[in-house]
């Protein structure tokens, strides 16, 4: 079993780009897709990233995602930061036929 | 693009049980995992299990092993998770998502324990 940590919190203002980071502690980053969600407060989850860099449609192009292997850790950017992308963001991946979350990170957009 | 709806709230009593539904439209839904989640008040989320409908063959995280059982009726587009001997930390949203490559998460339905 692996785990997947990330900032508890990270802060930037409108207009700035900011990266998440989600690390694995064992095994590698590449060896199983990670997926990125966001949730607003109050809402359901929805996935902005796939398959590690992959925006579904509808998911602005300001949304983009990454693996590291040297860092064994993938990162989420959002670019042009808006209001409406406050919000907490989880990754997840796989262990095998199991699913592995993040804390999740909370986005305030200040 | 699949629609997952799930079934509403519930309020039970610690030591019963819980069924809480999630019906799939748009796709296809048989072919593709489903799986189950909860987020307990404030915090985040944890994977609970998950199930193949057209398999049939359903695997839980080791926390919930024995207690939880997850299902699928394939006719009727729906999976179904039931949790059992409930105590008033299994309060929480839970929500069921279906991982067709892009993940599409249900609206999450509100399980409170309380005596």
């Known amino acids: 079993n692996f785990m997947l940590t990330q900032p508890h919190s990270v802060s930037e203002s409108p207009g700035k780009t900011v990266t998440i980071s989600c690390t694995r502690n064992?095994?590698?980053?590449?060896?199983?897709?990670v997926q990125w969600s966001q949730q607003r407060p109050g809402s359901s989850p929805t996935t902005v990233i796939y398959?590690?860099?992959?925006?579904p449609s509808g998911v602005p192009d300001r949304f983009s995602g990454s693996i590291d292997t040297s860092s064994n850790s993938a990162s989420l950017t959002i670019s042009g930061l808006k209001t409406e992308d406050e919000a907490d963001y989880y990754c997840?991946?796989?262990?095998?036929?199991?699913?592995?979350f993040g804390g999740g990170t909370k986005l305030t957009v200040l | 693009q699949v629609q997952l709806v799930q079934s509403g709230a519930e309020v039970k009593k610690p030591g019963s049980s819980v069924k809480v539904s999630c019906k799939a439209s748009?796709?296809?839904?048989?072919?593709?995992?489903v799986s189950w989640m909860r987020q307990a008040p404030g915090q985040g989320l944890e994977w609970m299990g998950r199930?193949?409908?057209?398999?049939?063959?359903?695997n839980y995280a080791q926390r919930f092993q024995g207690r939880v059982t997850i299902t699928a009726d394939k006719s009727t587009n729906t999976a179904y998770m039931e949790l059992n001997s409930l105590t008033s930390e299994d309060t929480a949203l839970y929500y069921c998502?279906?991982?067709?490559?892009?993940?599409?998460w249900g609206q999450g339905t509100l399980v409170t324990v309380s005596s």
């Open positions: 748009g796709g296809t839904f048989s072919t593709y995992p």
């Open positions: 398959e590690d860099d992959q925006r």
């Open positions: 997840q991946s796989y262990d095998y036929n199991k699913q592995v």
């Open positions: 064992s095994g590698s980053i590449a060896s199983s897709y």
């Open positions: 998502a279906v991982d067709t490559s892009i993940p599409y």
């Open positions: 199930i193949i409908p057209i398999l049939g063959m359903a």
